[in-house]
């Protein structure tokens, strides 16, 4: 059955998978973005008749405007894929930073479910796209950590509180996937790691896969899922396994802020 679907971060390497991957399920998409250009240029490739809304993810209101933008459209699936990263020790890390992380990655999801969440209907979904690193944290990585982490947990105490009205909440936890959000440095400390890195469309077809199953959540890759749940059973065997790796993350932490 055709859903309608928003999608934020349509335009970078995980959103536009995701877009082709629905699109040619047939769903109709909103496409959330910054680039006009860009999402003219999905829109154009896409099956099926789709709309962009353009919005700075960064902005206070930000949920709020998109929810009015959307005027008599209620999706029926909401997918927060949008998303920033930096790697970098966190006391070098410029500060204006660490809150435009908090912002886009957490603050700015919670605040379109907030404004979204009176119009949504039993059957409604809504779908986190999280990270490895939210589940485990990680040296370099710890105010994406942050971030990604408290969207974990507010996906889950969410979909909690939602479980008596039939608005499904998941969370996705991709690893390392090869886009443009992963900057040299990220991409030589995976390298350096022997981490692999998933193509988007890997992603893509997670989130096909929730859509139409009850999970609630998922963790992509092996050994990354295993890993995350030893780190919550017994994370000093992680603490050990990092310390091995420190001088290898250090060594690629990116000296800009
Ligand atoms: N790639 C990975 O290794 C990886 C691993 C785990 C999880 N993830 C998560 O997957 C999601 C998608 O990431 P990606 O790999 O596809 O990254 P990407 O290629 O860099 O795309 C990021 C997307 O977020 C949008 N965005 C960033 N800042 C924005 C803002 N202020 N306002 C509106 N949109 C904004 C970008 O739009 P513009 O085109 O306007 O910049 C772009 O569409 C993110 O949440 C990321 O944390 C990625």
Not at 2 to 14: C, D, H, M, N, P
Not at 83 to 93: C, E, K, N, P, Y
Not at 202 to 207: D, F, K, Q, Y
Not at 233 to 255: C, F, M, W, Y
């Amino acid at each position: 059955m055709t859903k309608r679907i928003l999608l934020t971060g349509a335009s970078g390497g995980i959103g536009r998978a995701i877009a082709v991957r629905l699109a040619n399920d047939g769903h109709r998409l909103t496409l959330v973005g910054r680039d006009a250009d860009r999402l003219d240029a999905l829109l154009s490739m896409l099956s099926g008749s789709h709309e962009s809304l353009i919005q700075d993810l960064a902005a206070a209101d930000a949920g709020v405007r998109i929810v009015d933008a959307l005027g008599d459209v209620t999706p029926d699936i909401l997918i927060n894929c949008a998303g920033i990263q930096s790697l970098q020790r966190f006391d070098a890390s410029d500060w204006a930073l660490v809150e435009r992380l908090m912002r886009i990655n957490l603050l700015t999801p919670m605040a379109l479910i907030h404004a979204l969440l009176p119009r949504l209907k039993a059957g409604s979904h809504i779908i986190n796209i999280g990270s490895v690193l939210g589940e485990i944290g990680y040296p370099g990585y710890v105010a994406y950590g942050a971030s990604k982490g408290g969207l974990m947990r507010f996906s889950e105490a969410l979909r909690r509180e939602l479980q008596d009205t039939g608005i499904r909440v998941s969370w996705l936890a991709p690893r390392a996937t090869d886009t443009a959000l992963n900057s040299p440095e990220a991409n030589d400390l995976n390298r350096a790691l022997g981490n692999r890195v998933d193509d988007p469309s890997v992603v893509a077809e997670a989130v096909a896969e929730l859509i139409a199953s009850p999970k609630s959540s998922r963790v992509l890759g092996f050994p990354e899922a295993l890993f995350t749940r030893i780190n919550a059973l017994l994370p000093r065997v992680v603490d050990g396994a990092i310390s091995k790796q420190l001088d290898t993350i250090k060594a690629h932490l990116e000296e800009k802020s």
